[in-house]
């Protein structure tokens, strides 16, 4: 319920505040494992990605702000993963992978980091490695604008394709592949709205 009803009020300061576009939402799987694959411009990315989604989504978030009290209980409630500074862990990996296998919603930076402007940053393989090893679907996400109070924003999710695709190849090239097609995905949906 406090879910439902956060998610419902941050909308509204959305809508409100940032004069929001949402685009292609119709593109979000119904049912089984998505892993949702973004650009990363803010903090207010992992909100701003997962409030217009139907499901729940899930994040992964630094191991800091889970020792932050009271912020640390509002992004469990919202079912943040932490990961610690550096990048994944096995242990952080093995939970990543195991969520989607349990047909969940998964949301994931590929660049790491915040980039600044709208410009996409370098891939990292991580997140094709638990789409593959979760056997989901990748929905890729587009953010543009840049968190101007009154100024627009938009987010735009493109169309979902199976990371199943990529098991022909040879293993030792997966990763790369699916890493590329995740990331030009997502530049294609920029370059289209930008």
Known sequence: MFYLLSRWLLKMFLYGVYRMRVIGI???????????????RSLLDPPLVGCFLRRKVHFMAKTELFRIPIFSAMIRNYGAI???????????????????????MLAIFPEGTRQRGNVLGEGKKGAASIALRGGAKVLPVAIIGNYRWFQPMTVIYGEAFNAAEFESLPPAEQNDALTQKIMSSIQTLMDSHV
């Open 82 to 104: 932490p990961v610690a500074r550096g990048g994944f862990n096995m242990e952080t990996l093995k939970l990543a992978i195991q969520m989607l296998k349990s047909g969940n």
């Open 26 to 40: 119709e593109n979000e799987p119904h049912s089984g494992p998505v892993l949702v694959c973004s650009n990363h």
